[in-house]
């Protein structure tokens, strides 16, 4: 920051190279003395579209709640073990990127955590274990076992 003026940079590239060609491209555009440039910024798409089934914010509060207690049941049920927890979580990110190249993208990304872990003692020996489903299937089997109740 130079008075006024602000710049910003950023690279995953790095390298000494690299590093000093980012500094000089920030100097240069906080410097008192650099020009104005107007950015036409074009919206533009995302290449892949990666739909969401349903959309966790139609699915009544009582479905995930019995989901978690039914999780918790199962968890509870016919093993011994001296800890369990079970997680639901759902998390939503509206994600905006302007670029100096002249384009805006926007991005709704929508996170589903569901997962039990349990740990078992008997004696000196401690066993865990953890089920979680992959990203692409959290939402999806778990939103089509809802579906179904």
């Known amino acids: 920051m130079i008075g006024q003026r602000t710049a910003y940079a950023y690279t995953n590239e790095v390298t000494t190279d690299s590093l000093l060609e980012l500094a000089e491209v920030v100097r240069q555009a906080a410097t008192e003395n650099a020009h104005q440039t107007d950015i036409n910024l074009c919206k533009k798409n995302a290449r892949v579209d990666l739909p969401v089934r349903r959309d ?78 992959a990203a692409s299937q959290a939402g999806n089997s778990l939103m089509q076992a809802l579906s179904r109740r």
């Open 56 to 133: 966790p914010d139609h699915v009544d509060t009582s479905q995930k709640t019995g989901m978690v207690l039914q999780a918790n049941k199962a968890a509870r049920g016919s093993i011994d073990a001296s800890d369990r927890l079970v997680t639901y979580r759902e998390n939503r990110q509206h994600v905006i990127i302007a670029s100096s190249d002249g384009f805006i993208a926007e991005d709704e990304r929508m996170y589903l955590t569901a997962l039990v872990h349990v740990v078992v003692s008997r004696g000196d020996v401690v066993q865990t274990d953890t089920k979680r489903s």
